[in-house]
């Protein structure tokens, strides 16, 4: 997930809502689904209840989440979210205009969420790394930035497909993708 950045955009202010850690695993939970906060809830069960609410409420308020349902229940209005990916996507000229302190900060919030989200799955009852192929590793390569931006693209579009892709025996999983220049070289 990238961040907005574009200060010439409407919704700037959306990157320091997004960034909050909470608010962050909120927009990863719902990327490419839709939920309600009951279902949001019991998936992340560490974050008290009028906490989640109160977060995706700003989530809401800034444009990043929209509201795609709503249904009387027992009374009140249960409503379903999901992402507004164009709020959450940084194009070529947002990155180029991001300073060196917005990139080390979108990729400590990046980290950040990931840290979470692995945290959040071994807490699971049942959570097996190897049989739930879980897989870690830093594969150094030599390309040119040409070649970096094509294999980036390359990969995302291999994994376009399944992100569509549900039922069966299929379950939601997180990739993650870091491309960086090692300083040495």
Do not use: C, K
């Not at 379903?80 to 979108?106: C, K, N, W």
């Not at 990046?110 to 840290?115: E, M």
């Amino acid at each position: 997930m990238i961040i907005n950045a574009d200060p010439a955009r409407p919704g700037a202010g959306i990157v320091e809502t997004v960034l909050h850690p909470v608010r962050l695993r909120i927009v990863h939970a719902l990327m490419d689904r839709e939920l309600t906060a009951r279902q949001l809830i019991a998936e992340l069960s560490d974050i008290p209840q009028a906490s989640l609410y109160r977060h995706v409420g700003r989530l809401v308020d800034a444009g990043v989440l929209r509201v795609t349902r709503e249904e009387r229940v027992r009374g009140g209005t249960q409503r379903t979210y999901t992402v507004v990916e164009s709020a959450v996507a940084l194009g070529p000229r947002d990155f180029d205009a991001a300073s060196p302190a917005d990139h080390q900060r979108y990729f400590a919030a990046f980290v950040g969420a990931l840290v979470a989200g692995f945290e959040q799955y071994l807490r699971t009852a049942g959570a097996a790394p190897n049989r739930d192929g879980v897989a870690y590793q830093q594969i150094p390569v030599w390309v040119t930035p040409a070649e970096s931006r094509e294999l980036a693209a390359t990969i995302t579009d291999l994994l376009r497909p399944l992100r569509v892709r549900t039922g069966g025996r299929r379950r939601r999983t997180t990739f993650a993708m870091v491309v960086h220049p090692d300083p040495a070289t």
